[in-house]
């Protein structure tokens, strides 16, 4: 941690900042039943750069804070879901082990690459993510039952691994491709939750041992996680996700996930724009 910190007005700046973003992630989650990670790591990443820390790590603790703030936001949702029976728990204990070697390997992949890599790869995912989100259809198959055998074993690690290179949990891969394999789509939701709890502890806990140098990381940055964020979000999502999810039995949340889909490609060709030419 650095030896002096900044002043005041920037520390309050800081705090005001990740309290919105908390609140539109939790709002957003409820509504739509995407991760929240999906827009703090961007939010995390222009909020950051705004205040002086852009640096070349910047984006591992983008996604260090991000998927530290998964571990709480993912078991608690797995567990509010599985009170109601709806875990497919034969497909997330099959499907777990794949997946905790993929988070694995994104964590030793994200910690050696620079910001712009990062930015790119976040931008080039989240463009896909945006895609399926604004035009995917719930009709749309790969076929009647989850892979199993050697399909399997390619798909699960791909899900750890590609959350992790964006910061994200498991609905945004793992909702679709269990949808595209005929889980129904609150199964899907809830056995994802499940998916982010394996994603997130082992890339969470591995980021606090990254090492980001003092003078470029926000204050009170253990390891790439930072803390300030971490606990001011998740004090958000947790009092505004069931806002969001009043909002959703109320109104048909559809459009507004295609419209949220656009706005996310809009995001991430910002991103890849702004690590190409800064």
């Given at each position: 941690m650095p030896e002096t910190l900044p002043p005041t007005d920037l520390l309050l700046g800081m705090g005001a900042?990740?309290?919105?973003?908390?609140?539109?992630?939790?709002?957003?989650?409820?509504?739509?039943g995407v991760g929240?990670?999906?827009?703090?790591?961007?939010?995390?990443?222009?909020?950051?750069?705004?205040?002086?820390y852009d640096s070349p790590q910047l984006m591992q603790v983008c996604l260090a804070t991000s998927l530290a703030t998964i571990i709480v936001t993912s078991t608690r949702s797995v567990l509010s879901h599985n009170r109601k029976g709806a875990v497919q728990?034969?497909?997330?204990?099959?499907?777990?082990p794949g997946i905790a070697v993929g988070a694995i390997l994104g964590l030793l992949?994200?910690?050696s690459l620079r910001t712009a890599t990062l930015q790119v790869i976040f931008g080039v995912l989240a463009t896909v993510v945006g895609y399926y989100m604004a035009l995917g259809r719930?009709?749309?198959?790969?076929?009647?039952?989850?892979?199993?055998?050697?399909?399997?074993?390619?798909?699960?690690p791909m899900i750890g691994f590609l959350?992790?290179?964006?910061?994200?949990?498991?609905?945004?891969?793992?909702?679709?491709?269990m949808s595209l394999y005929g889980v129904p789509i609150h199964r899907a939701v809830a056995t994802a939750a499940g998916f982010g709890v394996v994603i997130a502890v082992p890339s969470g806990l591995g980021f606090l041992l990254v090492n980001i140098p003092a003078e470029v990381r926000p204050p009170f940055t253990l390891g790439a996680v930072n803390l300030p964020?971490?606990?001011?979000?998740?004090?958000?999502?947790?009092?505004?996700?069931?806002?969001?999810?009043?909002?959703?039995?109320?109104?048909?949340?559809k459009p507004l996930k295609r419209v949220f889909g656009v706005f996310l490609i809009l995001v991430a060709l910002?991103?890849?724009?702004?690590?190409?030419y800064g």
């Open positions: 900042l990740l309290l919105l973003i908390g609140a539109f992630a939790g709002v957003l989650a409820g509504l739509l929240g990670g999906i827009v703090l790591v961007p939010a995390f990443f222009y909020a950051f750069a705004t205040l002086g728990w034969d497909i997330l204990k099959t499907w777990a992949v994200a910690s719930d009709d749309w198959r790969l076929g009647q039952e989850m892979p199993k055998g050697p399909l399997r074993y390619v798909l699960s959350s992790v290179l964006m910061g994200i949990g498991g609905g945004s891969f793992g909702v679709p491709t964020a971490f606990l001011l979000v998740i004090a958000m999502t947790l009092l505004t996700a069931p806002v969001g999810a009043k909002i959703a039995h109320r109104m048909n949340p910002n991103m890849i724009r702004t690590a190409i």
